[in-house]
């Protein structure tokens, strides 16, 4: 049974700072995705993650993927208010043949203060 | 833009009731599905569904069933509402492997 583990669960960093946060699973995949969500909002598609070594950057936040580790990450870069949300990864559990399930790891909650 | 649409923002049920719980895209995915959301443990998989009429148990079927007669609509019905399934209900569709995309969401209230 594929687990997806994120840390931290919950983050507070000052604006201007960097910090990553960690996706790990536990069986192979070839596929990984992440997702943002503001509060009281739905789940919006940060990026899709689809090889070994992949790497994606939009604005202040840029992910990356290392299948032989089982690891993720979402690095940000000098934080803004604005990246306050709850991010998400998530994990096709099918790997060599998706079916479009995905299986979520708990969310990190990012809170970003002055 | 994908848009997936949820029937409702708000609902409240009284135990034993059967509820439904709609849900529409208009991009012509395939795939659709539905999580329910809790604090602390994230999206699990209820049920999804990758064509009409066909649907696959998640890692919390129980309680649940679903209904695909339309490619557009997916439907999650609780049988007999239980105090434990009030949640956020949060349906997704996609193409195949491709990002899902997620409706506003369902706030059920059972009492």
């Known amino acids: 049974e594929l687990k997806v583990e994120q840390n931290p669960l919950f983050l507070s960093m000052q604006e201007g700072k960097n910090y990553t946060i960690y996706c790990n699973y536990s069986t192979t995949s070839d596929r990984l995705y992440w997702y943002r969500q503001d509060p009281g909002k739905s789940l919006e598609s940060l990026f899709v993650?689809?090889?070994?070594?992949a790497v994606k950057q939009e604005g202040r936040l840029m992910a990356s993927l290392d299948t032989k580790a089982r690891l993720s990450t979402l690095h940000i870069t000098a934080a803004v208010h604005d990246l306050s949300a709850t991010y998400f990864c998530a994990v096709d559990p099918n790997y060599g043949g998706s079916q479009g399930n995905l299986i979520f790891g708990k969310g990190t909650k990012l809170s970003v203060k002055p | 833009d994908v848009k997936v649409t949820q029937s409702s923002r708000y609902l409240v049920k009284r135990t034993g009731e059967k509820v439904f719980l709609e849900c529409v895209q208009d991009m012509d995915h395939e795939n659709m599905f539905w999580y329910r959301q809790d604090p602390g443990l994230g999206l699990r998989l209820i049920y999804f569904?990758?064509?009409?009429?066909?649907?696959e148990k998640g890692d919390i079927p129980e309680g649940y069933s679903v209904s695909r007669e339309k490619k557009e609509r997916f439907s999650l019905i609780l049988e007999s509402a239980s105090t434990n399934q009030t949640s956020m209900y949060l349906c997704a569709s996609s193409f195949w492997n491709q990002p899902q995309h997620f409706g506003d969401g369902t706030r059920l209230s059972i009492l």
């Open positions: 993650l689809l090889s070994n070594g």
């Open positions: 569904s990758y064509d009409v009429k066909m649907k």
